[in-house]
């Protein structure tokens, strides 16, 4: 599944694993997508997906490992990183008192573009949304601003195009504009990173899938009930350590350390 | 891959956490047991003898030698926000988890001895002055510090996840620390403009070697608190990363 | 719908790797991110009103706590005043963050090309608009009520104005990063902040008091000196910390 890294991977990640707090929602990934390819990996809610597409655009940085996107470190290069990637997260971004001219406005500004008013209007003709460029974004159905942070990411040419759950709340003409702008992307060089919990409306456009559960990269989908079950429970409080060490501070504030089973 | 996530990760770049498995908890070193051992008895020592060696002052009887605590209490407060101003730095600087660490123990050490220094001039202000509180230039700029040790505690108490709460502590840590000597050069402004008498020098000469002798006993006082509650941090924070370890590998598929 | 893929321009290999800095850029970003602020808290101006309204009602209460007679309250005028600026600024400071957090905005803030001081900077002139607004009400206001003549030098009374109202705004803007994504939001921001602006209300109010009296022993200069060393080191250092402290 990982080879060895080359400088022309498009994103190489090396055993991420990331925690919030006490719980670990990646927990040793290692993955490599190439340049012009299509990479979808299928999770259900909490495998960790959307923590691992974060890692890879720079918004989060992971608690262990280390990855590289077209060879620039994701930490210590971020700044180029972030030149190269653009990142469509499940909420939609947009600030809600502004129009969606004016989001769109603010995003060229910041991407360093010139942000002149035909380009503006022309990404949100592409996504539909060409007559609501006076519309504030908080009177805009979800449907609406998701299409509305799509039209941000064609504000620019990302070499890797980083989707998380991108057919949400997208109807059927949502859908295909999200598996244009894929294809698109890919026709010209770059990489596609998408991950969503159902990949029936991607039209096939993957060209590798992969599945994430619990943290992990699985082979195959598992029929395993059991491990269903152990993978949908949370719990992660020092009484659910099954062969580690407990570990107790009692009342003397002193360490009593235990081997062998759970308590 | 059970076993791929408990190794160290071969990094290409520098990102994820380093230090964390360089932290241990070890046994009491020897330097700081005997310290723990030596101290209380220099501090008594130190106290005693000065406290009924002095003669009394002129003005203020044997009331003045509650300088011998009040003093190097407040010298030891601010000592300890220079040590958490330079563990800070060296968190933000290196993210060494230990910096950060060693900032929090020396802040509520900080703490403790701000407030002594507090509670104390205001017991030796009230047979002085009548008052139990005087807007003097020390007192009042022991007191704003006071405050920000308590925002900076504040602060890490609301914060959970581990990475931020060192982080923003260290912001704060370094911010305050700078602020400290102009908040100190404004309130003493403040009072001259208003006219207000000064402070009675507490420095009689027959004092000096008392004061610099507690000095010394409290700079072993913040040296050993410090210590201890810095390892008692590390030992929460390495229980707290095996803790994690283990959560990473169950259920981990090989 | 399946639009043609159209004939591309393709993306260069091998990826830049180099991204120079440019301030013309980065100018860009700041004023990007203050004309945001502006046009967001300008559609709502619900809480424009509402810190105003705070305002005048802090300086209602101080009188009512002072008492009538016009010798207490012109006395007290400077020092009122400064303290109404510093509880109801500190109102507004939440806000300018808020908004990044309603809908995942400050995720996709965090991931433009560019240096984190453009949005601190950013951040901190629409901060600055905001409090001289409601200062532009305050001032009058406080006059009225607290029997204070026109000052014959306005002029600096506006420069300590500016000053000290630079140094709060600048730490407010930094430490309202941290507080607006904390528990206890609202008790945490003034926890943290007021400590650190002892110096600003000591130099402001003394200058400003000093002012209305026409300023006879020359106590404002240095004063401003001090507001204006202030000004200076907490500028540099919120500047630099905003990095530390925006990471998500």
């Known amino acids: 599944m990982s080879r060895l890294p080359q400088l022309s991977d498009a994103l190489a990640l090396n055993d991420i694993a990331h925690r919030y707090g006490r719980r670990w929602a990646v927990r ?102 060409g007559r609501e460029g006076h519309e504030r974004a908080r009177n805009m159905s979800s449907g609406m601003q998701r299409r509305l942070s799509i039209a941000r990411l064609l504000l620019r040419e990302p070499y890797l195009l980083l989707l998380d759950e991108p057919y949400n709340s997208l109807d059927p003409e949502g859908a295909g504009l999200v598996n244009t702008l894929i294809r698109e992307t890919r026709a010209r060089g770059g990489s596609v990173l998408l991950v969503a919990h159902d990949l029936s409306r991607s039209e096939g456009l993957a060209d590798r899938t992969m599945e994430m559960r619990d943290g992990l990269l699985v082979e195959s989908p598992s029929a395993d009930g059991e491990r269903d079950a152990a993978a949908a429970s949370d719990t992660d409080d020092a009484s659910d350590l099954a062969n580690a060490d407990v570990v107790e501070i009692s009342a003397a504030r002193r360490l009593r350390v235990e081997r062998g089973g759970a308590r | 891959m059970a076993e791929s996530t408990l190794r160290r990760p071969a990094a290409i770049g520098t990102s994820g956490e380093r230090t964390s498995t360089r932290l241990e908890v070890t046994a009491t070193p020897g330097w700081l047991v005997a310290l723990t051992w030596l101290t209380p008895l220099v501090v008594v020592a130190s106290q005693a003898y000065f406290i009924l060696a002095s003669a009394p002052d002129r003005d203020m009887g044997h009331l003045q030698k509650i300088m011998y605590v009040h003093v190097p209490a407040a010298w030891s407060a601010f000592l300890a926000f220079l040590f958490v101003f330079i563990q800070s730095v060296r968190y933000l600087w290196r993210r060494e988890e230990r910096a950060d660490l060693m900032a929090a123990a020396g802040a509520e050490v900080g703490a403790v001895l701000t407030g002594l220094t507090l509670m104390l001039g205001s017991i030796w202000g009230r047979p002085t002055w009548g008052v139990w509180w005087t807007w003097d230039a020390r007192l009042t700029s022991t007191a704003v510090l006071f405050l920000v040790y308590v925002g900076y505690l504040a602060l890490r108490g609301l914060t959970d996840d581990p990475e931020r709460r060192a982080r923003w502590s260290a912001a704060v840590g370094i911010l305050g620390a700078l602020n400290v000597p102009i908040v100190y050069m404004s309130v003493k402004w403040w009072r001259t403009l208003h006219q207000m008498q000064s402070t009675p020098s507490t420095v009689d000469p027959t004092y000096a070697w008392g004061l610099r002798a507690n000095a010394i006993a409290f700079v072993l006082v913040l040296v050993v608190f410090i210590s201890h509650r810095y390892r008692a941090l590390l030992a929460e924070y390495v229980m707290e990363r095996r803790m994690d370890e283990a959560a990473l590998s169950r259920r981990a598929r090989a | 719908m399946t639009a043609p893929v159209a004939a591309l321009r393709p993306l260069p290999t091998p990826a830049p790797m180099t991204l120079g800095p440019s301030l013309r850029a980065d100018l860009q970003r700041v004023t990007a991110v203050a004309w945001k602020d502006l046009t967001a808290e300008r559609r709502t101006k619900a809480n424009f009103n509402a810190v105003v309204a705070m305002a005048g009602l802090i300086l209602l209460f101080f009188g009512f706590a002072l008492g009538p007679d016009a010798e207490g309250l012109r006395n007290a005028a400077s020092g009122v005043l400064w303290l109404t600026i510093l509880f109801s600024g500190v109102l507004a400071f939440n806000r300018s963050y808020q908004l990044e957090l309603e809908a995942g905005a400050l995720e996709q803030l965090l991931l433009y090309p560019g240096e984190r001081w453009t949005i601190y900077v950013g951040k901190l002139l629409a901060n600055l608009a905001f409090v001289f607004l409601v200062e532009v009400v305050t001032l009058p206001l406080t006059g009225v009520l607290y029997h204070v003549a026109f000052p014959e030098r306005w002029a600096t009374v506006l420069l300590v104005l500016v000053l000290g109202t630079t140094g709060f705004v600048s730490l407010g803007t930094l430490y309202a990063a941290m507080a607006s994504r904390s528990r206890s939001r609202e008790v945490l921001l003034p926890l943290l902040l007021f400590p650190m602006l002892v110096p600003v209300l000591i130099a402001a109010s003394g200058a400003t008091a000093s002012l209305l009296v026409g300023d006879v022993m020359g106590d404002s200069r240095a004063w401003i000196r001090l507001l204006a060393a202030f000004d200076a080191i907490f500028l540099v250092a919120s500047t630099w910390a905003f990095q530390f402290v925006i990471e998500g």
């Not at chain 1, 299928?42 to 691992?52: A, D, E, V």
């Not at chain 1, 603010?106 to 949304?129: C, H, I, K, P």
């Open chain 1, 28 to 129: 040793g990934v290692s993955l490599n997508v190439a340049r012009s390819e299509v990479l979808a990996i299928m999770g259900h809610n909490g495998s960790g997906k959307s923590t691992l597409l974060r890692v890879a655009a720079t918004a989060i940085r992971a608690t262990r490992g280390s990855g590289t996107v077209f060879g620039a470190d994701l930490v210590r290069d971020a700044q180029i990183v972030r030149s190269m990637v653009a990142l469509l997260s499940t909420e939609p971004g947009v600030y809600g008192d502004l129009t969606a001219l004016e989001n769109l406005r603010f995003a060229a500004r910041m991407l360093g573009t010139s942000g002149d008013a035909l380009e503006l209007q022309r990404a949100l003709d592409r996504v539909g949304l």
